[in-house]
T-cell receptor
Framework: KQEVTQIPAALSVPEGENLVLNCSFT??????LQWFRQDPGKGLTSLLL?????REQTSGRLNASLDKSSGRSTLYIAASQPGDSATYLC????????????FGKGTKLTVNP | DTEVTQTPKHLVMGMTNKKSLKCEQH?????MYWYKQKAKKPPELMFV???????INESVPSRFSPECPNSSLLNLHLHALQPEDSALYLC???????????????FGSGTRLTVV
């Protein structure tokens, strides 16, 4: 059974700092990994999607890497801003025909002005 | 149009009420999903529709009844809910069964349901 873990559970940083969020998964047989952002009480916004054959994806100040064999992904946020404050969720789609998206519990990020 | 639209945004209902949640997308996606999210928890899958047919039911109680009238619309009918069913209900879509492998999922903004 696929399990996804995100560390840390919460992170507080000053504005302008570069930071890394971590995601690990127990079964390396995945099709893809997706990072989402969720603001309090709101839906999920997709940030980056990495296919299993890819090593990284970039969008603006965000860079996500994937090491499938070791079951790890990182989300790097450069020059953090208060508007980046949210919960960041990592989710994987596993091989085997399942259409399930398995989520981690998320990292709650607070960027202080 | 690259959005999944959910209505209503907020819903308060009594335990004897019947209500429905609505989800709509016009991206041509052929797979649609209902997720339930409790506070400070990750989303949990409830139902999957592929080409308008129910393909996965995650052992959800029958007081939740999904419906997919067409390829753009997904409903969740609610009846005789319990207070513990209060949660954020999220709808998502993907291009086609299996295509989410390449293109991922698009989520709506959710319906905040409170059962009193």
């Amino acid at each position: 059974k696929q399990e996804v873990t995100q560390i840390p559970a919460a992170l507080s940083v000053p504005e302008g700092e570069n930071l890394v969020l971590n995601c690990s998964f127990t079964d390396s047989a995945i099709y893809n990994l997706q990072w989402f952002r969720q603001d309090p009480g709101k839906g999920l916004t997709s940030l980056l999607l990495i296919q299993s054959s890819q090593r990284e994806q970039t969008s603006g100040r965000l860079n996500a890497s994937l090491d499938k064999s070791s079951g790890r992904s990182t989300l790097y946020i450069a020059a953090s801003q208060p508007g980046d404050s949210a919960t960041y969720l990592c989710a994987v789609t596993s091989e085997g025909g399942s259409e399930k998206l398995v989520f981690g519990k998320g990292t709650k990020l607070t960027v202080n002005p | 149009d690259t959005e999944v639209t959910q209505t209503p945004k907020h819903l308060v209902m009594g335990m004897t009420n019947k209500k429905s949640l609505k989800c709509e997308q016009h991206m041509g996606h052929r797979a649609m999903y209902w997720y339930k999210q409790k506070a400070k928890k990750p989303p949990e899958l409830m139902f999957v529709y592929s080409y308008e047919k129910l393909s996965i039911n995650e052992s959800v109680p029958s007081r939740f009844s999904p419906e997919c009238p067409n390829s753009s619309l997904l409903n969740l009918h609610l009846h005789a809910l319990q207070p513990e069913d209060s949660a954020l209900y999220l709808c998502a879509s993907s291009q086609a069964p299996g295509r989410q492998l390449n293109y991922g999922y698009t989520f709506g903004s959710g319906t905040r349901l409170t059962v009193v």
